[in-house]
């Protein structure tokens, strides 16, 4: 399955990835199911099995020497030494599935997605009306500890903070420098992948994408369509907190503001570049004024549209530096409905810039408070300008203030 390098979100029965969200082609099972010892890897399947022999000959804990257990470590740790920690893994069955179900846009869990980053598993993003939002888990927040257990990797923290909607866990978390333990009700999440309110008192369209799952660039479309026969004359995109999607979604919204030229360019490991251009026939609003909001949890597809905004001088960067994601993904299924996902290739601005483990650094640098949560167009509906310029999101009224001239 190709897909975005993209944060895990924890979700359903698995680790499973933001880029869940993201489909693809599966390749030929035929092909990956051939089990054959390379010639130049023979002396090293050896050793592996010489170590499996041993352990299981010997170590004193027997159930933890399960055939099928030391077979997933012995695969996870393969993966792991690649060094590409959070992105390229292993899936077992029950995540392969929970990573399917999660392209319904439902799902049961508390909502955040995570990944691993300087060898700490840290909120990329919490969802929008999730208990962890709801909770004040920010994109940043490092989680130490699951049910006062310390947490060893991303899998160990994804497995221990899954669960059905109702159960409860308790996360341990860092949070602006301070260490705080948030208790979390998991419940059932739907993910909207596209939100639209007009500013209050202004003709400006706050344009909100959540997720680049599918149906999200059609959604926009709809979004503006409307905006502009109620009027609005320019657009807030907010991709605050968006985790990515499916790199088609990615184009398709790319091409709704820009008139020519690439989305992306795609690296593969041998080094060929290849230009990923606009579908043209969609450009939908390629006058308009246009403003995008980024933040540390903006990442993956998210990226994509930013990076192509900034780089064509369609739109100004407004917030902080994106989380920094930039491989595509690619899904190999395992003979028992395991999954191996590969980083196969990195994405690159349309000139040429490294998104990965950099960030997109905006045009204006607009931190939001520590105690402050993005404000969401559903969380504008009712709400007054007086209100809005009180509610602390810096980074939305910096927006505001430049496509209305109020500097």
């Known amino acids: 399955m190709q897909k975005l390098r993209a944060p895990v979100l924890v979700a359903l029965a698995g680790a499973i990835f933001a880029a869940g969200i993201l489909s693809g082609l599966l390749l030929d099972r035929q092909v990956l199911y051939a089990a054959v010892v390379p010639r130049d890897g023979a002396q090293q399947f050896d050793l592996v099995a010489q170590a499996w022999n041993l352990t299981r000959r010997v170590y004193v ?25 959070g992105h390229s893994r292993f899936l077992t069955p029950e995540e392969v ?21 300087d060898n700490q598993v840290v909120v990329v993003a919490p969802i929008e009306g999730s208990p962890a ?31 059905p909607a109702g159960t409860s866990v308790t996360l341990t978390v860092v949070s602006a420098g301070q260490t705080r333990e948030v208790p979390l009700v998991r419940a059932q999440i739907n993910i909207t992948a596209v939100t639209w309110r007009r500013v209050p008192g202004t003709t400006i369209a706050h344009v909100r994408i959540g997720t680049f799952s599918n149906g999200a660039s059609d959604q926009l479309r709809e979004a503006l369509s ?42 593969s490991a041998d080094g060929t570049i290849t230009p990923v251009p606009l579908k043209t026939e969609l450009l939908l609003e390629g006058d308009i004024p246009l403003v995008v909001l980024i933040n ?21 960067l407004v917030g902080e530096t994106t989380f920094g994601t930039g491989t595509v ?28 483990h950099k960030g997109l650094v905006p045009d204006i640098v607009v931190a939001l408070p520590a105690n402050n949560v993005p404000v969401s167009p559903r969380g504008e509906t009712g709400m007054t300008p007086d209100q809005l310029q009180q509610s602390g999101d810096a980074q939305l009224l910096k927006a505001i203030s ?6």
């Open 226 to 267: 409307s905006a502009r026969q109620e009027g609005d004359t320019a657009v807030i995109l907010d991709l605050r907190d968006d985790p990515g999607g499916l790199l088609d979604e990615a184009v398709a919204v790319c091409s709704a503001f820009l008139k020519s030229g690439d989305a992306l360019l795609e690296k």
């Open 97 to 117: 599935k929970a990573q399917q179900d999660l392209q319904t846009g439902q799902f049961e869990g508390v909502g955040i997605e995570v990944q691993v980053k």
């Open 296 to 316: 540390g949890g903006t990442a993956s597809g998210a990226e994509i549209v930013a990076g192509a905004m900034q780089d064509a001088g369609r739109a100004i």
């Open 329 to 356: 993904l690619q899904q190999f299924p395992l003979a028992d409905g395991s999954a191996v996902m590969l980083a196969i290739r990195e994405w690159l601005t349309p000139s040429g810039r490294t998104i990965w």
């Open 402 to 407: 430049l496509l209305t001239g109020r500097n």
């Open 133 to 163: 939002q709801k909770a004040g888990i920010r994109s940043g927040d490092i989680i130490l500890k699951v049910n006062g257990e310390p947490v060893t990797g991303l899998d160990d923290a994804v497995r221990r903070i899954l669960g």
């Open 61 to 85: 804990d027997r159930p933890a020497a399960e055939a099928q257990r030391l077979a997933y470590g012995a695969i996870d740790g393969m993966i792991a030494s690649l060094g590409d920690a």
